[in-house]
C-alpha cells in the first residue's frame, strides 16, 4: 500500500486548506486511516483519524474543533479539512494507514502547510 498526500501549501491566517491522502494498492475493508502533524522541533502528533470498515467510514475523531476528517472508502482516500487556520498550524501533515490506530503500517510522505499571520 502506498499513501499519497496533497494539498498542503502557503495560507494566510483564518483561511482553510483541505487535505487529501489516496491510498494505492491492495484494497482495505477494514482500517484506520489517520492525521498527524510535526511542527519545527516539535513532537508529531495526532491530528485525528477516520475508521473504515466493510468498505465504508465507520467514525472519525478529530482532535481540533477546527478540523474535520472524513473520507470515501470507495476511492480509498481520506481528508483533512482544516478551517480557521492559525500560523501555530504550520506543520508538516502526514497521513497513515494501518489495522487499528496504535499500530500505523503504511505512512504518507507528508504534505507542508505553512499559515502565514
Known amino acids: 500500500v502506498q499513501l499519497q498526500a496533497s494539498g498542503g501549501g502557503l495560507v494566510q491566517t483564518g483561511g482553510s486548506l483541505r487535505l487529501s491522502c489516496a491510498a494505492s494498492g491492495r484494497a482495505f475493508e477494514t482500517a484506520v486511516m489517520a492525521w498527524f502533524r510535526q511542527a519545527p522541533e516539535k513532537d508529531r502528533v495526532l491530528v485525528g483519524y477516520?475508521?473504515?470498515?466493510?468498505?465504508?467510514?465507520l467514525y472519525t475523531i478529530s482532535n481540533e474543533d477546527r478540523f474535520t476528517v472524513s473520507g470515501d472508502a470507495a476511492k480509498k482516500t481520506g481528508y483533512l479539512q482544516m478551517n480557521s487556520l492559525k500560523p501555530e498550524d504550520t506543520a508538516v501533515y502526514y497521513c497513515a494507514l494501518g489495522p487499528t490506530l496504535s499500530s500505523m503500517t503504511f505512512w504518507g510522505q507528508g504534505t507542508l502547510v505553512t499559515v502565514s499571520s
Open positions: 477516520i475508521s473504515f470498515g466493510a468498505g465504508r467510514s
